[in-house]
């Protein structure tokens, strides 16, 4: 198992680090349904780029009332 504490090297001033990596993988999984295996090889901050992305597209979905629902 690689060595958790690189990510700290990595993580960018001003961001809170999250308590586990896959922290930040949930919402991207969820919102463009990518599997761990396609995280693997990003870069933190490729990851937080592209949790915050899923998270606005979900913040964005959750305010749409679904078709046929009013």
Do not use: C, Y
């Not at 961001?15 to 990518?34: K, M, Q, S, T, Y």
Request: aromatic share 12%; no cysteine; net charge neutral.
């Amino acid at each position: 198992m690689r060595d958790r504490r690189f990510f700290l090297d990595e993580a960018a001033e001003g961001r809170a680090w999250p308590g586990r990596i896959e922290d930040l993988w949930e919402p991207i999984a969820v919102a463009f349904h990518w599997p761990p295996q396609a995280m693997n090889d990003m870069s933190l901050d490729e990851i937080w780029d592209w949790s915050g992305r899923a998270v606005a597209i979900l913040k964005a979905k959750a305010g749409k009332p679904r078709a046929g629902k009013t």
